[in-house]
């Protein structure tokens, strides 16, 4: 089926293409373009003209036909509304730049963009209007899908670190439309992969809650150490150029982000006495728009974490973070002394999903040994949004592991030693797509014998020391996933 004109791309990096010409044979591709040509011709032709369009108090003289062809926004406000420009055939655009227009126009009668214009747009300086947001964001409102496709292509291709923050939080309120969607996952990626040199002066201070927790609950962002993440946090916090300012419900999310087990001990003990952090820019009075009782409550936890080493194994305060080349670990205890149980991991974030590991133990009578399903699952941590963008599949190498409780590693990760009783690999990869909100995806599942399950708990002392607090070692194990994500080809 031939592609409708007005929905198929342009090519940003191969010059000028006319919309159709994906879906046309060389003759109608030539007979489109001499089309074209000869209404790009009639750019500016005040004798042939019968309305005008103004941007910046510049006159244009537009021809009505051709812009209603094109843009329903257009045929709407010429020809159907009723409104004082169908009368008077004079269109006063506000809020639209003239370069804006440039593009606009050029497309209004020509059906392309010329790949010199983007290309200029993405020379410009601080301070200055981010052309390619801006032509997108008009695109949408004169209904130029095309072109709207283009400018968020054209993003996509080149989003620097300096353009990621205000990109993403433009279009994170119309997310659901797929443009917007591609530069947000694309504004992510860029602040994922440079989140220190993002964070400086004002640059996060803009963003909507939801996406700056996405960003600190990834376990692939690429920080040094948690120590550099609180310091971020709580500069954002104290960041006066916040609109809307901070309130109660920002303190408590971005804090619960910080993985306060990881958190120097002498870093959470300074913050308990009202010390400074390095790179949190605080008052004399403390840090502005943090509660003490809350930050109070955060280094509570931090305390509990480090002291309880064996009970943070399971939390993902005490979880390292990996970076883009580190393997991810998920662990989840479960309690094979019940007739049915369930253990579940917290949820890891990395490639803009959440990953877990998930324990079900069952032992109805009369079977004696019962049986332990393990799975890892994956969901999109971007909820209905991601409906919307497609998303390549992710190829997913590790391992699955099974093991008694007093072996259980402080640090979160996966032990990995001879005393694991249970160890399986994991080659697999997670379809496209990663979609609708709350809904599990299903990547690798592995059974481990109850024989297996009761033979090593057998093993274990009934005293067995170093037990995570609230589990017995000699009717709890522990099971865990390690693994390597990337994009597949």
Not at 256 to 275: A, D, K, Q, Y
Not at 407 to 434: L, M, Y
Request: hydrophobic share 45%; proline share 6%; net charge negative.
């Amino acid at each position: 089926m031939q592609t409708p004109v007005r929905s198929c791309l342009l090519d940003i990096g191969g010059g000028c293409a006319p919309l159709g010409a994906c879906a046309m044979g060389e003759d109608a591709h030539a007979s489109l373009r001499v089309l074209l040509q000869a209404q790009k011709c009639l750019m500016g032709d005040a004798e042939t003209a019968d309305c005008v369009v103004v941007v910046q108090d510049v006159e244009f003289a537009c021809h009505r036909c051709l812009l209603a062809g094109t843009s329903t926004f257009f045929r709407a406000m010429l020809f159907t509304s009723g409104m004082r420009e169908q009368t008077q055939r004079r269109v006063v655009l506000e809020e639209l730049s003239l370069p804006i227009w440039e593009v606009v126009h050029e497309y209004l009668y020509t059906r392309q963009v010329s790949d010199a214009l983007f290309h200029g747009f993405h020379q410009r300086t601080a301070g200055e209007e981010d052309c390619l947001l801006s032509t997108m964001n008009a695109a949408e409102r004169f209904d130029l899908p095309a072109l709207m496709d283009a400018a968020s292509a054209a993003m996509v291709h080149r989003m620097r670190t300096v353009d990621a923050a205000p990109r993403l939080a433009n279009a994170w309120s119309r997310y659901a439309c797929p443009p917007r969607g591609v530069v947000v996952e694309a504004a992510l990626e860029t602040l994922r992969q440079d989140f220190v040199v993002a964070s400086g002066g004002h640059g996060l201070c803009g963003l909507p809650v939801e996406c700056l927790t996405i960003l600190l609950r990834a376990d692939d962002l690429d920080v040094a150490d948690e120590d550099t993440v609180l310091a971020i946090v709580l500069r954002v916090l104290g960041c006066a150029a916040h609109a809307p300012p901070v309130d109660a419900g920002w303190v408590a999310a971005l804090l619960g982000c910080v993985r306060w087990g990881l958190v120097t001990p002498s870093l959470v003990l300074g913050l308990r006495e009202g010390r400074r952090v390095a790179g949190a820019a605080p008052t004399p009075d403390g840090y502005p728009g943090v509660p003490r009782r809350a930050l109070t409550h955060f280094l509570d936890d931090a305390m509990r974490v480090r002291l309880d080493a064996q009970d943070s194994h399971f939390l993902a305060a005490a979880r390292p973070r990996c970076g883009s080349e580190v393997a991810i670990h998920l662990v989840a205890a479960v309690d094979v002394g019940a007739p049915v149980a369930v253990g579940r991991s917290p949820p890891a974030l990395a490639h803009w999903a959440d990953w877990q590991v998930v324990a079900d133990w069952a032992c109805p009578p009369p079977r004696v040994l019962g049986a332990l399903s393990v799975t890892l699952r994956v969901r999109s941590a971007l909820g209905d949004y991601a409906a919307h963008v497609p998303s390549p599949p992710v190829a997913v190498t590790g391992a699955v592991v099974a093991y008694t409780l007093p072996h259980a590693w402080p640090n979160g990760e996966v032990p990995t030693d001879a005393d694991c009783f249970f160890a399986s690999p994991v080659a697999s990869r997670a379809k496209q797509p990663i979609k609708a909100a709350g809904a599990w995806q299903t990547v690798h599942t592995v059974a481990v014998g109850g024989a297996a399950v009761r033979a090593a708990l057998a093993g274990v002392a009934a005293d067995a020391g170093g037990a995570c607090r609230g589990l017995d070692p000699t009717c709890h194990v522990g099971v865990g996933v390690w693994l390597q994500l990337r994009v597949a080809g």
